[in-house]
């Protein structure tokens, strides 16, 4: 059973710092999208950073709103996908959704419909 788990998030005032943790269980895909997904109230979910694990280069992927400030990594000993943010904005004040599919099903890696397993969410807000 594929299990992913996010912790990390909570408040923080702008410009300050989060990193969310995806730990994931159960997964056996080699090739695989790891993304980061947003909804704010709303607002459709939207993708935020991608990780392409199987890859020697470690290949990542953000969205034009967050690069600069977002970084994804993997953790693969423990099976963790991190989301470092910084600099955080309200406009950063979503739920937080990690993700994860197969790379070859198809779609680029921002296509939330694409996704077979999702998190639970957590909440990231940013007061100004």
């Known amino acids: 059973q594929v299990q992913l788990v996010e912790s990390g998030g909570g408040s923080v005032q702008t410009g300050g710092s989060l990193t969310l943790s995806c730990a994931v269980s159960?997964?056996?895909?080699?090739?695989?999208?790891m993304t980061w997904f947003r909804q704010a109230p709303g607002k459709e979910r939207e993708g935020v950073a991608t990780?392409?694990?199987?890859?020697?280069?470690?290949?990542?992927y953000y969205a034009d709103s967050v690069k600069g400030r977002f970084t994804i990594s993997l953790d693969n000993a423990k099976k963790t996908v991190f989301l470092q943010m910084n600099n955080l904005e309200p406009d950063d004040t979503a739920m937080y959704y990690c993700a994860a599919r197969w790379v070859g099903s198809g779609g680029t890696w921002f296509d939330s419909s694409k996704y077979n397993y999702w998190g639970q969410g957590i909440l990231v807000t940013v007061s100004s």
């Open positions: 159960g997964y056996t895909y080699t090739t695989n999208y």
């Open positions: 990780y392409v694990t199987g890859t020697s280069t470690g290949l990542t």
